[in-house]
């Protein structure tokens, strides 16, 4: 009989079950949903039917003669407050509820507050709104037409729908190079809108407390310390005034990052009501309003020698960002790291430039564990590879051994100055190919052809860019991306962290207990990991990017190591020895030379609080802190490949095989790692054959709801074979590099490489459903962001 | 109103409902019940799966009148006495769950199938599994979590 959890845990790194699942699998999580206080309303948005139009009037009067309706909120009554407008992650503002024009389908126009959620959605249809219709700008590539509708005349002097211009890389010296290269590939592609679509939509319940001032947010974070300080920057509210609560988050993928109007309304309903108001979005209502992520128009060029050495890269994109600015990333980069593009390969040089317009949708565009947006950049360099590789007639995976980076050009710097910290790529590439057989994969799909068969096989290899972010290059509204950490080791010896993360399914109580163990020798299970509460743990800007084991798993590893430095001078103390003569065995420090002589961290902690005299200087207790900035990016890896079956019928494609080797440097839970991976490529599996949001030409959202928005299920996705190489990061302070996103940013190419290698096909855009590759085959792929023709 | 009885989890339960109410929110937020999740209305997500009279069922798009006489059982009646459900072993054994959003559905799912075939094939898991989305996992570890689930049919103590 086998007893769950009876196997002992490992003291630090290794395979050990998930601390969070003991009330997952009772049901007893709590997310924000499950919130149940005293006398709490609930809220609902009256959305926009419109993508373009003038709000004439909004009459409110029955919504508020409706039994049960507590409070109407419009966006007159916001602006009376100041608060119609917030501002946005990228210097722009975002309307929390519409005063003069609405700029999407489904944009907030109205909240109500009511007794209970039935009542509320009742009384949103009692709201009497006139529309002007306004023409809408859908077609991104249009946006920037003379005459096309001015979606923000709200910006004093606008006359366009432009937003930024942005370059990278040397322009002259890619021309030069591009001039004089013998073979030149240029490709058009689109990375279609897509939605991270956690199961779990987004909600908040807000609670001001008359009495002390204080407000409570319970919301669905991922950054909970940037959004205290951000609703104390808006609201004018005073920050030590304001707790932000992420409780258990149901997915995240980036979707909960920003701030939504929703969860401002909820506090001024709180504030207006006088009582706790909780607001949960609806499915259709997440997929129409909240962050999607890509829409990037990309054209790509690629230079190359006859014998398949790439030169240079050459890229122009057209960024739609929907209808505000709010993108969330780093400042200093309108295009979020995009200018990675040079991905996993030596160039000699590259440039990039990127436009972004307003369109009628949604704001949005970095999310869907994208990396700040690496993930257009590797499905867009692996594209350009696989074109090149179809051009010169070479095998694309022998294509990409040819020109991946070679060990010992770490730690390298790329054409546009990122500096890879470490790497060994071809060996990852290497034993992707073993695993996949790809030999005989390519022989079994020869034969296949010669029967008529399709069967593609399809090669990516990424480079990851994540950990932001080094203070000095990158920050978010003027706030710096360190996260601290408080290590507290109890007299027992039993140990608290807290943390400025927070968790939407990764496992940080279980990893980062983990962490602390590795270091300190504390057994894991006796650390107990606070977080998602701003009251109870240090400043931090939050888990996106895949940056919590690179910058707060840092710090946690440095706090640990403060702790155990410490203990180290109470043992000397304790043992009336000089600290220079102890020597640290995982959980205890010794005499050198005498074994036996020694006293354990939970020895020295006790001690610590007691009567031992300790030298002059050094305080009692035994505990740390740290805030990690980090000196630089780190740069997970790895090779994928994939291998389809394409039905010649009728399009359809099934994913037969899908090889992962990731290198994210050591791996503190290995079965968490790998979970990780397995998550990421089923969501490219999703982008490359199902996912897309599309528009009609009135602005029409033609993927807002899951009957139309599709998901990989477990018909879809193939059983995945996973390999790791291990390359540690030379500047994290136990070689960790991060690994939630890796498999989303791989894996798209790997599966639209595959498709397109088993149809012979130069290029189509994604989603690659049966219409689209069944069109594709017949010389017609369609644009995936309109309608279908 | 409309007055419905029903027995939720093995007790009995009488309550006023409105006729429209549906299932989900009933057991949500009348009874308290939240380990039972509401993700799509649409009958997509499967975050909402209950059993109604031993079917999985999606109580998204289920009124809480048509469960009126009939018996609803929820991810809280998994653990009986103390003892784990095998699949809820088996979940956190394999590591089939991340963020715990979708797992009540999934394990719920689950257990139906093995009361109906303990010997389940990988395939027919999937199939089993294929009305419920889950944004996580990537569905492997759910496979491994329920063949885990078959192997050790026996619910043992779990130390707490």
């Known amino acids: 009989m086998t007893v769950v959890g009876e196997r002992p845990n490992p003291v630090g790194f290794g395979r050990m079950l998930r601390k969070e699942d003991v009330r997952f699998v009772r049901g007893k999580g709590q997310y924000v949903d499950d919130i149940q206080l005293p006398g709490m309303l609930h809220g609902a948005i009256l959305r926009s039917p419109h993508a373009h139009a003038r709000l004439v009037s909004v009459d409110t009067s029955a919504a508020e003669a409706h039994p049960g309706v507590r409070a109407v909120i419009t966006g007159k009554t916001l602006e009376g407050l100041k608060l119609a407008w917030m501002p946005s992650l990228s210097h722009d503002v975002v309307a929390v509820l519409a005063t003069d024009k609405v700029r999407f389908q489904g944009q907030e126009v109205a909240f109500v507050v009511a007794d209970d959620h039935y009542t509320a959605r009742d009384a949103l249809e009692l709201i009497q709104v006139e529309y002007e219709p306004l023409p809408p700008v859908i077609d991104a590539r249009r946006a920037l037409d003379p005459g096309a509708p001015v979606i923000r005349d709200d910006i004093a002097g606008k006359q366009d729908n432009h937003i930024f211009d942005w370059e990278a890389g040397d322009r002259a010296r890619t021309d030069a190079v591009f001039a004089g290269a013998e073979v030149v590939v240029s490709q058009e592609m689109l990375y279609p809108r897509v939605h991270p679509a956690p199961m779990e939509t987004c909600g908040a319940v807000a609670h001001l407390d008359k009495v002390s001032g204080k407000l409570t947010i319970w919301s669905t974070t991922q950054a909970p310390h940037a959004h205290r300080t951000l609703y104390a920057l808006v609201a004018g509210l005073p920050e030590h005034k304001i707790r932000v609560v992420s409780p258990d988050i149901g997915g995240g993928f980036g979707n909960k990052v920003g701030i939504y109007p929703g969860y401002v309304l909820a506090i001024v309903g709180s504030i207006v009501t006088g009582r706790p108001v909780k607001w949960v979005e609806d499915r259709s209502e997440n997929l129409m309003s909240t962050s999607f992520a890509r829409d990037y128009h990309m054209r790509g060029e690629i230079a190359a020698t006859r014998e398949g050495k790439i030169l240079a890269l050459r890229v122009d994109v057209l960024a739609d960002h929907g209808a505000f600015n709010n993108t969330a990333q780093p400042s200093k980069f309108p295009a979020g790291f995009f200018h990675i593009f040079t991905g996993s390969y030596d160039l000699q040089a590259a440039h990039c430039q990127v436009r972004g317009v307003y369109t009628n949708k949604a704001p949005g565009g970095v999310a869907y564990a994208c990396s700040f947006r690496v993930t257009e950049a590797v499905y867009l360099i692996e594209r350009m590879v696989d074109c090149l590789a179809a051009e010169l007639h070479i095998d694309p995976a022998e294509l990409r051994l040819r020109n991946l980076l070679r060990p010992e050009q770490f730690p390298y710097t790329c054409a546009t100055g990122w500096e890879y910290d470490s790497g060994d790529y071809p060996r990852a590439l290497r034993l992707a190919m073993e695993i996949a057989g790809y030999a005989e994969l390519r022989r079994e799909q020869a034969e296949r052809r010669q029967r008529g068969e399709l069967m593609g096989i399809g090669v990516s290899f990424f480079t990851e860019t994540v950990g932001a972010g080094p203070k000095k290059h990158m920050d978010i509204l003027g706030l710096g991306m360190a996260d601290g950490c408080e290590l507290r080791v109890h007299p027992t010896g039993k140990a608290v962290v807290r943390l400025s993360v927070q968790t939407q399914g990764q496992g940080h109580e279980t990893t980062f207990a983990q962490i602390i163990s590795e270091v300190t020798g504390i057994p894991p299970e006796d650390v107990e990991v606070v977080h998602g509460d701003t009251d109870n743990t240090p400043f931090g800007l939050g888990t996106y990017g895949s940056r919590s084991t690179p910058v707060s798993g840092a710090a946690a590893a440095v706090a640990a190591q403060r702790v155990r430095d410490k203990a180290r001078i109470i043992t000397s103390a304790m043992l009336e020895c000089a600290p220079e003569d102890l020597e640290w065995e995982k959980g205890r420090w010794f005499v050198r030379g005498d074994p036996t002589r020694g006293k354990t961290i939970q020895e020295a902690a006790f001690a610590a609080h007691g009567s031992l005299e300790l030298p002059e200087g050094v305080e009692g207790h035994l505990d740390a802190s740290c805030v990690y900035d980090p000196p630089n990016l780190t740069y997970p890896f790895g090779a994928y490949i994939c291998v389809v079956d394409v039905d010649r019928g009728t399009g359809k494609v099934t994913v037969r095989r899908f090889i992962a080797v990731d290198d994210c440097g050591p791996r503190i839970n290995p079965m968490i790692v790998e979970g990780q991976v397995h998550g990421g490529l089923a969501d490219g599996v999703g982008m490359a054959l199902m996912e897309a949001m599309a528009f009609d030409e009135d602005g029409n959202h033609l993927g807002s709801s899951f009957m139309d928005y599709l998901l990989p299920t477990s018909m879809e996705c193939p059983s995945w074979e996973t390999g790791e190489t291990v390359t540690p990061s030379p500047h994290h302070p136990l070689g960790c590099k991060g690994v939630g996103e890796s498999a989303t940013v791989g894996s798209p190419p790997a599966v639209v490489n595959a498709v397109l290698d088993a149809i012979g096909v130069r290029h189509a855009d994604m989603p690659l459903t049966p219409a689209q590759v069944w069109r594709a085959m017949n010389g017609r792929p369609y644009r995936t962001d309109l309608a279908i023709p | ?160």
């Open chain 2, 1 to 160: 109103m409309v007055q419905v009885h029903m027995t939720v989890n093995g007790e009995p339960v009488t309550a006023d409902v409105e006729p429209r109410l549906l299932l989900v929110h009933f057991v949500r937020q009348t009874l308290g019940l939240t380990g039972t999740h509401w993700g799509c209305d649409t009958s997509n997500c499967g975050t909402c799966v209950l059993w109604l009279d031993g079917v999985p069922v999606k109580s998204c798009t289920v009124l809480t009148v048509m469960a009126d006489g009939h018996a609803v059982r929820t991810v809280e009646d998994l653990e009986r006495g103390g003892r784990l459900d095998p699949v809820q072993q088996g979940f956190m054994e394999e590591h089939g769950l991340q963020c715990g959003f979708c797992t009540p559905g999934m394990m719920l799912t689950a257990r139906w199938l093995l009361d109906r075939n303990p010997d389940p094939t990988e395939a027919e898991i999937r199939e089993a599994i294929s009305g419920q989305i889950c944004r996580c996992t990537g569905y492997e570890n759910i496979v491994r979590a329920i063949r885990w689930a078959a192997a050790h049919p026996h619910a043992v103590e779990v130390p707490s």
